[in-house]
């Protein structure tokens, strides 16, 4: 069998190697924990800017209320005593076309399509155009929209600290702008913190697939959270529905001859 081969690590001593980095002699004391992350997917050190950014990503999206049903989802399985299984439960729920890392692939992929029209980013008019061919094209837009209420506050706040830093006059952010412009007007959504969150990752070079791992990787604080404090309350109604809460719909309960003596 050929061997299988990796470019993730090698284990040593004194020293170990991590993406072709050393673990002690560079990474340690230098590397925030969403640089690695970053660095993990894409094999790429972040710089200094861009660790920054993404330690802002990671703040930025940090909603953790455990009625967002993946982390109820958390505590609800964490309730019979074990966080892990409860954080476990909550990746697996992640798993699918609507929610988790593939809101950021197709969020990412309508900037690559809409970039690969050829609009120059300079000519914002001829942007909106090619945003306009692009939405009659798709019926469903990923990254816009938001639930309850009038706009995604997450995005906001990402869009005031990008351009605090110079990075809304980049490419895809510039891009998304004008899509978010069209989008607004024709189908009433405001952009949300997955089309953010896609142009900014982007732009700094990382692909569709790298950004969504990316995103998923550097929010999982909010699943820990509520993993954690799942398992330590242990809350028994979390693992029984109350009778009232139930109601059964269907054909009445037969009786055998036997229960009826005959």
Not at 24 to 36: C, I, K, M, N
Not at 86 to 103: T, V, Y
Not at 155 to 167: C, I, K, S, T
Request: aromatic share 6%.
């Amino acid at each position: 069998m050929k061997p299988i081969p990796t470019r993730v690590a090698a284990l040593g001593y004194p020293e170990h190697r991590f993406q072709g980095h050393a673990v002690f002699g560079e990474l340690v004391g230098s590397t925030s924990y969403a640089a690695l992350i970053a660095l993990a997917v894409s094999g790429r050190r972040p710089t200094a800017q861009e660790s920054e950014l993404l330690d802002l990503l990671a703040a930025a999206t940090t909603v953790a209320d455990p009625r967002i049903w993946p982390l109820k989802l958390a505590r609800v399985v964490a309730s019979y005593g074990s966080f892990l299984a409860g954080f476990s439960a909550s990746q697996m729920a992640l798993e699918g076309d609507r929610i988790g890392p593939p809101i950021t692939v197709h969020a990412a992929g309508l900037l690559v399509e809409l970039r690969d029209t050829g609009a120059a980013v300079d000519d914002h008019e001829a942007c909106v155009a090619a945003a306009r061919e692009l939405i009659a094209r798709r019926r469903r837009l990923v990254g816009f929209g938001i639930p309850f209420r009038p706009q995604d506050e997450r995005y906001v706040v990402l869009r005031e600290q990008l351009a605090a830093r110079g990075r809304t006059a980049l490419p895809y952010w510039r891009l998304q702008e004008a899509l978010a412009e069209v989008v607004l007007a024709a189908r009433g959504l405001p952009p949300n913190i997955g089309i953010g969150t896609a142009a900014m990752l982007l732009d700094m070079g990382y692909s569709p697939v790298e950004s969504a791992a990316i995103v998923h990787f550097v929010n999982q604080h909010v699943f820990v959270a509520n993993a954690f404090e799942g398992a330590e309350q242990a809350r028994p109604e979390l693992r029984d529905l109350p009778a009232e809460a139930v109601s059964y719909e269907g054909p009445a309960p037969r009786r055998t001859p036997r229960a009826t003596g005959g």
